[in-house]
């Protein structure tokens, strides 16, 4: 398994959540971390800040300003509103549409010319609601859905290219991170039942599972990593 010591990566969402727990983990294996948040006092020691909105679309161009050479880049940064297509608002999900779509693909766009010419890999954050529709997720479920899209078609273009960029997804279900209650926000009672009927993942399980992408042998490409609580039905 190739070491990560000394290597440097690109981390966003890095304050909070799965980008958090990750950002440790890399940090206690030698890795020069960049964390990309809105908070920069929220970010674990030794984590060089970046501060952007990627709402923004020239706040997510200028994190690439000046960068200097990254190994990899991991798109941890996410919104999650329940806000159905039926009577949402839209102002929900243009700004998850902005953050978990725009703002990955224009990262993974971004990030190319700072690899080394060995390559090394990106690693997107999708969900299981990226896999299947859940009844009540209304307009995260689609963003998640694009999340996959782009990072297969990124992996083809990659190929067709002939850069020797690796491209992963990592798929989870219920993740207990602040996203829950910004997700259930008016729905309280859900997710109390829904932590009552289950132990839901850990960030730190999480961020194991993105670990173990960006330490495979150079020859081994895992495309998506589908991971639930037991405890979980679908
Ligand atoms: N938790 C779950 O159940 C679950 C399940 C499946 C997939 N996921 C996915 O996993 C990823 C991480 O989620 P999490 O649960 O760790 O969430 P979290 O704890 O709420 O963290 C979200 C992160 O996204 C960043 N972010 C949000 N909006 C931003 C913006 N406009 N500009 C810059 N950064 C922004 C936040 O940074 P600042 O606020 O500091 O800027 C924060 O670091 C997301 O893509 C999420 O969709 C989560």
Redesign the pocket.
């Known amino acids: 398994m190739p070491s990560l010591q000394g290597k440097t990566l690109l981390v ?9 727990a990750l950002c440790e983990l890399l940090v206690e294996r030698g890795v020069k971390v960049l964390g ?4 920069p006092a ?1 970010l674990s020691e030794e984590v060089l800040p970046i501060e ?4 923004r679309r020239e706040e997510v161009s200028a994190i690439f300003q000046g960068l200097g050479k990254i190994d990899g880049l991991v798109n ?5 509103y329940l806000s159905r297509i039926l009577d949402g608002t839209p102002a929900d999900w243009e700004e998850m549409w902005r ?2 779509v725009m703002a990955l693909a224009l990262c993974c766009q971004l990030s190319l010319k700072h690899f080394p010419a060995g390559g090394g890999r990106i690693v997107n ?5 990226g896999h299947r529709v859940p009844p009540s997720g209304g307009f995260y479920a689609p963003t ?1 859905f694009a999340v996959r899209a782009i990072t297969e078609a990124l992996r083809s273009e990659l190929k067709a290219a002939g850069l020797p960029i690796q491209v992963a997804c990592v798929s ?4 207990d ?4 209650d ?1 997700y259930f926000r008016g729905r309280e009672d859900a997710l109390s039942q829904t932590r009552a009927a289950m132990k839901m993942l850990d ?1 730190e399980d999480v961020a194991w599972a993105i670990l173990g992408i960006l330490e495979a042998p150079a020859h081994v490409e895992i495309a998506d990593i589908l991971m639930r609580s037991s405890g979980q039905m679908m």
């Not at 990309?36 to 908070?39: A, L, S």
């Not at 941890?76 to 999650?80: H, L, M, N, R």
């Not at 954050?125 to 609601?129: A, F, V």
């Open positions: 966003t969402g890095a304050s909070s959540g799965i980008g958090r990309v948040t809105r908070h929220a952007a909105d990627l709402t941890c940064a996410g919104v999650a953050v978990n954050l999708c969900s299981m609601s998640k989870p279900g219920y993740v991170t602040p996203l829950l910004q960030p």
